[in-house]
Structure formats: C-alpha cells, structure tokens
C-alpha cells in the first residue's frame, strides 16, 4: 500500500520559516492535502491539492510538489501555528485514504 | 456538523457499534469516514461508505472484524467493532469529503478504550 514519510518533528523560531515535507513514491503526481491538528482539537484542512489554501487559512500557508516530495511551507510562524501537522492522499486504484505518520511543529 | 458517539470502555473480545451523525448538509452529497487515533499517535484511516452504498472501503488491517453502514433517514453512519483488541484504543473521528477532495468537516470524535 502507498506510504506517506514525515519527520516526526520540527522546530522553527517565531518569525522564522517552517517546511514540512511528505515523502511518497512518484508523490509528484498525486492530490495531497495538509491537516493541522491542535492538541485536544480535530483535524482542520490548511491545504488541499497540494496547493490550494482553504478559505479561512493565513497566506502565510503555502504548498508544493517535486516528483517525490509534498511540502507545506509556513512563513513567519508564530507560536499559534504550533500543532500536529499531517500530509493525506487518496489511492484511487484502492478507493483508499493514506495519512502520513504527522510531524510535530515546534516553535521555539 | 458530525456528532459521534457510542465509545467507551469494553473488554478485549467484545464489540462496540459506534455512530456518526451528520447534520446542517445534504448527507446524501458526501462521502463519510472513519479515522482514528491512538493516543499519543498519528491519524489512521479506517473506511468510508457511501450514503448509497456504491463507495464501501475499509483498511486491510480490519477487515473481517470492523464494518460500516448508515441510515439515511437518520442521516448516521456507523462503525460494527468486533472482536476488540488493546490497540483498538482510539478516539475514532469521522469526517466527510466528496470525490478526491480533502476531508473538509470532522466531529470531535468518541474515545475507544479495550482493556485486557
């Protein structure tokens, strides 16, 4: 089955930049979104298709795909951006919904 | 808005029904899931099933003891645990999309717990 590889932590300062990656095969060609999870909260979605920011979610928010690699970027993190952030797929041939193992923002 | 319920504790073997009500949208428009999330852990996909049945799919490792249906005129889906075991602790969300778009509402979830 697919598999979707984050690093399980990430630490920026305020202010400063946050990339989180998710590593697929050939993931370049997939529809990825982006979760962002608060501890106690449910998932909320802060990129869909790899790049398109929902209504509601900062600019600061931004996606991208390479062939192996999807990245949500965060500029100018501040420290309400600390949270659980998970990348998601779905395996069409499998009617199928991957999640990746979620990386741990930390701001600084 | 998706309102579970039906979690609490039970003993490894037994089986729990849980239930996912959706409200304020055309239930019969979306697709509903179930995720859930050990605690401490990551998010993991479970099934998803179509108001009309067409769309049933459920993850390979609970197969066999998890199924998934709904009552469209109660606008509810839900999750038939059997045969329970310790790492079925969860909180179980459900959520809705359409098509490959992202999973755009969640509930709060209900909390599993199988013990030993």
């Known amino acids: 089955s697919y598999v979707l590889t984050q690093p399980p932590s990430v630490s920026v300062a305020p202010g400063e930049t946050a990339i989180l990656t998710c590593g697929g095969d050939n993931i370049g060609s997939e529809a990825v979104h982006w979760y962002q999870q608060q501890p106690g909260q449910a998932p909320i979605v802060v990129m869909s298709?790899?790049?398109v920011r929902p209504s509601g979610i900062p600019a600061r928010f931004s996606g991208s795909t390479s062939v192996s690699t999807a990245t949500l970027t965060i500029d100018r993190v501040e420290a309400g951006d600390e949270a659980d952030y998970y990348c998601q797929v779905w395996d069409l041939n499998r009617d199928y919904w991957v999640f990746g193992g979620g990386t741990r923002l930390t701001v600084l | 808005q998706l309102v579970e319920s039906g979690g609490g504790v039970v003993q490894a073997g037994r089986s729990l029904r849980l239930s996912c009500t959706a409200s304020t949208f055309t239930f019969e428009d979306y697709v509903l899931h179930w995720v859930r999330q050990a605690p401490g852990k990551g998010l993991e996909w479970l099934a998803l099933?179509?108001?009309?049945?067409?769309?049933?799919s459920l993850r390979d490792s609970v197969i066999g003891r998890f199924t998934v249906s709904t009552d469209n005129f109660r606008k509810t889906l839900f999750l038939q645990m059997n045969n329970l075991q310790v790492e079925d602790t969860a909180l179980y969300y459900c959520?809705?999309?359409?098509?490959?778009?992202?999973?755009?509402?969640w509930g709060q979830g209900t909390l599993v717990t199988v013990s030993s």
């Open positions: 959520a809705r999309n359409r098509g490959d778009v992202s999973f755009d509402i």
């Open positions: 099933l179509s108001s009309n049945g067409d769309r049933k």
């Open positions: 298709f790899n790049k």
